[in-house]
């Protein structure tokens, strides 16, 4: 802006001066050998209002151009800047704020886009639903800081003992989500057991909690897997349902334990009783 002012003012300098050149000119005509015009100024005269005026011109270009120059960088800053609010926004707004891991929403987008692609090239694929046993104990024994602090630890035990392209995300309260790619039922039951073992030795502690003299709290996982194939006209959301199934079942079978889906049996129609004859 103020490069614009100082352009506007060096063209009004330029053209007062030049006025100022004319004026001096007519005022101090005389009559020398010197050639004059027919206004009778001196050739010195119009040399240096037409020098003035010039230089007052080409000072507005040249700071205009300055100008110009500032506000193009500022708007390429400016543009840089709001390219990394926007990418830090995202990045918010898929992360589970706890945990540092995937929240619900980006754990299913990336979930749906490694579904169809396994699906399309009839590679394999694994989800895992993991929950903590007796979290609610935790909370009212300790607090909801130190629960906190369980979960955090929880997800960072997991991202540890998986792979770098496999997806973990917080599904909600004390639950986890983890899709493996390029995974069978098998291999998946393999990881599952992996990271049960690796939470039930984990040592939970704070500073503060528990106090001092007593032991870390120590807790248990169980986890549901279910793996591709479904039936076609299914998608993943059904493969999270029958992780979730597999999970329930985890729980009702004595928890700290991993469980496979299975279908459910075609539950058999009851036999009617056969009609009593009249004939005695």
Excluded at 18 to 26: N, P, T
Excluded at 52 to 58: C, E, I, K, M, S
Aim: glycine share 8%; net charge negative; charged share 25%.
């Amino acid at each position: 802006m103020r490069y614009a002012v100082r352009a506007q003012l060096s063209l009004v300098l330029g053209v007062a001066l030049s006025l100022v050149c004319l004026a001096a000119g007519l005022v101090m005509t005389h009559d020398t050998e010197d050639h004059h015009h027919a206004l009778g100024i001196g050739d010195q005269f119009w040399a240096l209002a037409f020098g003035t005026l010039v230089a007052g011109l080409v000072g507005q270009l040249v700071l205009n151009n300055r100008a110009a120059f500032r506000r193009e960088r500022n708007l390429v800053r400016t543009a840089a800047q709001l390219r990394e609010v926007s990418a830090e926004l995202d990045r918010l707004a898929r992360t589970d704020a706890l945990t540092g891991i995937a929240n619900r929403r980006a754990f299913f987008d990336v979930l749906g886009i490694e579904f169809r692609r396994s699906r399309r090239y009839a590679r394999e694929l694994s989800v895992l639903m993991l929950d903590l046993d007796h979290f609610k104990g935790v909370n009212d024994r300790w607090g909801h800081p130190f629960g906190d602090h369980v979960l955090r630890q929880t997800a960072d035990v997991i991202a540890a003992n998986v792979r770098e392209s496999d997806l973990l995300g917080r599904y909600g309260g004390e639950e986890f989500a983890l899709a493996l790619p390029e995974t069978g039922e098998q291999s998946a039951l393999a990881v599952a057991e992996k990271l049960r073992a690796a939470i039930e030795a984990h040592e939970f502690r704070t500073p503060t909690t528990p106090p001092a003299g007593e032991p870390a709290v120590r807790l248990t996982i169980s986890i549901g897997v279910a793996s591709l194939p479904i039936e076609d006209e299914q998608d993943e959301v059904e493969l999270i349902g029958r992780a979730d199934q597999a999970l329930y079942e985890a729980k009702r079978t004595g928890r700290n334990r991993v469980v496979p889906y299975r279908k459910p049996a075609p539950v058999q129609p009851a036999e009617e009783p056969l009609a009593r004859s009249d004939a005695s």
